[in-house]
DNA sequence: AACTGCCATGTTAACGCTATCATCGCATAT
DNA sequence: ATATGCGATGATAGCGTTAACATGGCAGTT
């Protein structure tokens, strides 16, 4: 059962033309622009096609119209799950509009992302998304000199490339600690990543630090964790290191809801009670949120949306040649609260 | 701020050429094969090269070369965290070998399979990554025709169309429950998706069904969830069900910890004993499992390195233009016993 | 000095498709 | 009948790259 040769004589146009008895140019049209051809014609190639089981080369017909039908999406990792639910959006959408999505995993550096960037545009892709806040200058020439519509998500810069859909990450730790102060807790630790490997993490750190020091509180009670804060591990240790140097804290925000679960298994463990002793929340609002016990407070993140609605942004212009008014569209996010912060 | 025209005069490697006072084919050269040009004329080119900020078109490379430097991976869904970490995989060990991962998603269908494949095949990728065992008569058509190497993951097929990096679903099916049975439990029920749209936990219960047969146990306890057991909310509903139809189970195996966790909720919520009432235990071995309360028994696959493996047997295919030795490969699977299922 | 061989570079012709313009009928208007 | 217009099809010329072969120069050999 082993054949597969190397290269097949791969059937073109011009053998689907010569079997219907019309010229490769009229294979073309049928395909890409029925209308323009008879319906006698039109059943005559459709049926060489499919008997020949003719498969267009898209690459060629991208160098020939400059179309290449790409996009796409550079993110800071394949692992996160939030992200992909992102991709799923843009997929959904961009396939629907006869795109195919280009993935890129930036490992979260951006020497990675540059990288990655230069040779995905060699692709030629008509757009790209951004799921990722951290360009350096020499891709942000890149992307400027490609001149294709760019979309950032999952963020909120203040000096955006060109079209964004996200929230503030800045805003979303601010809101969620400031919910915590005004539910009574005044201890408020954080437990992220470092902050050039998890920079929404810290925009959520920010955040949160700001609305402490808005409520007269202190905002010195922070635990830095591994690379990435998307290891349930990195709650496991955190939270107990957490309690060591800072045995008042009385609730503690996690980067994500992955540490947060760390964190919630470890205090259940030690006989700590959550949220007795110790509240918790997470940011995500993964799946397991509300089934943990106790259910996990998280903030929601309009994950599936940003990918979807930026997808829609992205065709949008293409299309019409012109980009559409709201190219900036902040979605917010909603913060739930559930029995793991319950005074 | 918005520019971004329509089309930027690309810079070709006509350009690049012009400017180090070279011929065209001499970039082509400096660029993909660089021991065959000289010191002086590289050095020119490649700064000509980076003056002029060129990115190589690579899908007229491509058309040229016939090698798209594509290869393409069709998912049963983008959703399965599972399914994700072979993506990791491949994605991983491919780039470092200079190719691009095009992802296609099936939504658990085999229409859209075949239909995406159609569409995929059009980028004319190297190799196909199969992670869905649905392969329709006529996909696996386009699939001959195409003559590239083909793996098959997550899955271990009679009939297997090329190689083979996975695992048998009913094997992994049959020794979870095997092991149940050892444990003492022997009114053991299934709780999974509708055959159909669920192939692989079909095949789970079939296995399972053949080790409580094989045991002389009764094998009829079976509950259907919706389309794609990945909801955690089918496990809550199930588990219901289950202890309504059902009361006498005394453990349940679900056909992702997904529908585990939503089951374990269930029960702590309704007050039901887990491990004591009702026995609990998954597939995937999600991140999660281990740190619930009681941690969760799951079976652990080899989601990461099937794409590993499948990503390297492909490159070992292309760069030698021969099979390897062990395009077979079962990388098997490990049970790993929790609380949630101690007897 | 003429010959051989090899290294560095250039020239030419695809790759499979689409854009563009040309052509050819045929129906309708004059 | 001739002119006009338009719908359907064909011929041609690229798109940006690489494969394959051609060329030219220079070192080493006899």
Known sequence: MNRRAKKSSSVTSRDVAARAG???????????????????????VETAARELKYVPDLAAGALSSKRSGHVAVLLPSLRHSGFLRTV?????????????????????????????LRLILGRRPEAIVLVS??????????????????????????????????????????????????????????????????PYGEQRRKGHVAALEKAGL????????????????????????????????????????????????ECQRRGWQVPGELAIAGYGNFDFAPHLTPALTSVKLPSYRMGKQAAELIVAQIDNGTQPADASRNLGFEIIHRQSTQP
Chains 1, 2 share one sequence.
């Open 22 to 44: 019309v010229s490769l140019m009229t294979v073309s049209r049928t395909l890409r622009t029925p209308d323009l051809v008879s319906p006698a014609t039109r059943q005559k």
């Open 133 to 198: 806040s951290m360009d350096s200058p020499e891709a942000r020439e890149l992307l400027d000199q490609a001149a294709i519509p760019i979309v950032e998500t999952w963020d909120w810069p203040s000096d955006p490339a060109d079209m964004v859909v996200g929230f503030s990450q800045y805003e979303a730790g601010y809101a969620l600690s400031e919910s915590l102060i005004e539910l009574g807790y005044c201890n408020i630790g954080f437990l992220g990543g470092p902050a050039h490997t998890d």
């Open 88 to 116: 799923d959006g843009l997929s959904d959408t961009l396939r629907a509009n006869g795109y195919h999505l280009l993935i890129g995993d930036c490992y979260y550096s951006p020497e990675e992302q540059t990288e990655l």
């Open 218 to 265: 202190r905002a010195d009670i922070h635990v830095t964790v591994s690379d990435t804060p998307m290891e349930i591990q990195d709650g496991v240790t955190g939270v107990s290191s957490l309690r060591r140097r800072f045995p008042e804290t009385d609730a503690l925000v996690c980067a994500t809801d992955m540490t947060a679960l760390g964190a919630l298994t």
